[in-house]
């Protein structure tokens, strides 16, 4: 074993890098092993590093934070990782809403649900787009035209409609309908 750590391996580096990570948990630590498994196409442990990095800052520089999660969610995209995109795009939508940017917020969930309907993960791409029409509406747009959350939800009705499964069709149809009376009023 030995002589595997003193061999220059690539696996072995990001190893030690994501213990020296752990051990000394900072942001600088975690931004590093985050773009050494970036570079390397590991996208998932890179997300989870920019993740961590993000966190490590959140509190002492927010803007940096922000930047650190658009960074992992694009490697989330990349690497085609829908469910560790949603706590990216968690963090970053939170962080935005509390400073009073909902249109910057809603368009991190508009980029969302454009990467889950990319993926045919239409319930997540309609969820994503609902939390964009509450974030535009919070901003005081008019969004009465912004139909795209029923129509996704409308898409998660024909998808469960495919598979048979008669109540989750007929929940994604209802809720199409509920969103529409939503915008409505």
Not at 53 to 71: Q, V
Not at 98 to 125: G, H, N, P, Q, T
């Amino acid at each position: 074993m030995k002589k595997c750590l003193e061999e220059k391996d690539s696996y072995i580096e990001g190893r030690i890098s994501e213990s020296h990570a752990r051990r000394k948990n900072s942001f600088s630590t975690w931004l590093k092993y985050a773009e050494f498994k970036l570079l390397k196409g590991s996208y998932a442990l890179s997300a989870s590093g920019f993740l961590n990095a993000g966190i490590a800052i959140e509190k002492t520089n927010p803007s940096i934070a922000l930047k650190t999660y658009r960074k992992g969610f694009e490697a989330c995209i990349k690497g085609g990782l829908v469910e560790s995109a949603i706590f990216l795009v968690s963090r970053m939508a939170s962080l935005l809403e509390r400073r009073k940017k909902f249109l910057s917020a809603s368009k991190v969930y508009i980029k969302m649900a454009d990467f889950c309907e990319s993926r045919s993960m239409f319930f997540l791409a309609a969820d994503s787009a609902e939390h964009a029409a509450e974030l535009m509406r919070a901003a005081g747009k008019d969004i009465s035209n912004y139909q795209r959350p029923a129509e996704l939800w409308l898409k998660n009705a024909d998808y469960w409609a495919g598979q048979k499964n008669k109540a989750d069709e007929a929940w994604s149809r209802r809720r199409a309908a509920l969103y529409m009376e939503y915008i409505s009023k």
